[in-house]
């Protein structure tokens, strides 16, 4: 949030505090990782550098690749325009994440649109409040199980693709072998040293088993 708003709803909790609500209430039927990429193209289009900063990092977190960033801004090129597009890539390529890294888009242009459903562990498996890391068809995961809800992320570190083991986690932090970057489990944050969240993966259940998709 801007200073300028956190300010308004200090000095005007009432009046701000209907234009939250209907903030919340209009996305409610939205997935996280949709909500935050409407939000990355709001940002575009006010040109608001750190909103964007914030809503790109949110929907990477939310499972969101940067090929679909990319796309969702040039979709929404009748809105923005060829000027705030380049803007936007020009902040994005100073935020210096991985995702963006030419080699690192190559190779996810080249793999196919549409993933599949993989078995990545049975519910019964997952106690409450802890961490399993798994392997699943060829990829390593980290799922977290918080009550009825699982959080599955990639187990390679977002900064340069170590495949992160078991013996990292410490209670729900995870905390890469190769430059000490830390993340929290329970939010795929990165809590130490880097900026950039764990890879989260799509995920559900079905009669008991927890499915991800890639
Ligand atoms: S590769 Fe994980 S912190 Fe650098």
Known sequence: MSDALDYLLKARPEALGHYF???K???KHLDPKTKNLISVITKVHSQ???GLHQYLRRALREGCTAVEVLDALL???PALGLAKIIWAVDVILEMKLPEFQ??????????????????AAATKDLKDGETLRTECDGRGLFVYRQK???RVYDSRC????????ELALKGSTLTCPKHRWAFDVKSGDCIRLGNTPL???ESKVVKGRLMAFW
């Open 48 to 50: 608001t550098e750190r």
């Open 21 to 23: 609500a209907f903030l």
């Open 102 to 119: 030419p080699q690192a888009l190559t190779s996810l242009s080249a793999a196919p649109a549409a993933g599949q459903w993989h078995f």
């Open 25 to 27: 209430d209009a996305g």
């Open 158 to 165: 977002p900064h340069q693709s170590t495949d992160i083991p």
């Open 75 to 77: 979709m929404a090129f």
């Open 199 to 201: 890879q989260r993966i």
């Open 148 to 150: 009825t809800s699982y």
